[in-house]
């Protein structure tokens, strides 16, 4: 059973996919199930691009609905004991983040971390620090959360949570991390 599942959601995005998966191929993938949801038009093209890799990988492909019922897709075919959403475009900040990720993982259901946003133009603006605790004492009332690219959770945590809801266009991470953090802290 792996350690971990990735979750990579991908629509018409072949370069936004190769640099996720290059960026997931530099980590130790040892222990690691990848699943790809692809709603792109061409279907064969990710395939194509998975030839030959050396990680144990799931493609399926499902209509366009949405990046939020895509990543509820994939969280139903995740078997690891843990989930990790990197969507087409998102890349890890070092070779070695999956390996800490783990280390720090230890006996907790789930963690964040910063997130690094780099535009067209090369600017890179990283998140601020997030204080789980503050928020808390203030009922995560400012509308501050991790994204769910800097956020890693046990994968029994996030369906006992029900998953994405897809009622929300932009925000159901946020509405999922609320639902996470009433069961456990990170």
């Given at each position: 059973?792996?350690w971990l599942?990735?979750?990579t ?5 072949i370069?936004?996919?190769?640099r996720?998966r ?9 222990g690691i ?8 038009v061409?279907?064969?093209?990710i ?10 990988v799931v ?5 366009a ?6 990543m ?7 078997t690891?004991?843990?989930v990790?959403?990197?969507n ?9 983040v999956?390996?800490?990720v ?5 006996g ?6 910063p997130?690094?946003i ?8 990283v998140?601020p620090p ?5 928020e808390?004492?203030?009922?995560f009332s ?6 769910h690219?800097g956020?890693i959770a ?7 949570c029900?998953?994405?809801?897809e ?10 991390f609320?639902r ?5 802290d990170?």
């Amino acid at each position: 059973m792996p350690w971990l599942t990735v979750i990579t959601v991908v629509k018409d995005d072949i370069a936004g996919f190769l640099r996720s998966r290059d960026s997931l191929l530099q980590q130790n993938t040892e222990g690691i199930q990848w699943i790809v949801i692809d709603s792109s038009v061409n279907r064969g093209e990710i395939r194509k691009a998975l030839a030959g890799d050396r990680i144990d990988v799931v493609v399926e492909w499902t209509r366009a609905q949405g990046i939020y019922p895509a990543m509820n897709t994939g969280l139903g075919l995740a078997t690891g004991d843990y989930v990790y959403f990197l969507n087409a475009g998102d890349e890890f900040s070092g070779a070695d983040v999956l390996s800490s990720v783990r280390e720090a993982l230890r006996g907790h259901e789930w963690a964040f971390g910063p997130v690094a946003i780099v535009g067209t133009d090369g600017t890179r603006l990283v998140t601020p620090p997030w204080d789980y605790q503050t928020e808390k004492r203030v009922a995560f009332s400012r509308g501050l959360f991790p994204a769910h690219q800097g956020t890693i959770a046990s994968t029994e945590l996030v369906r006992s949570c029900g998953g994405f809801d897809e009622r929300f266009t932009i925000a159901a991470d946020y509405a999922l991390f609320l639902r996470m953090s009433l069961k456990c802290d990170p």
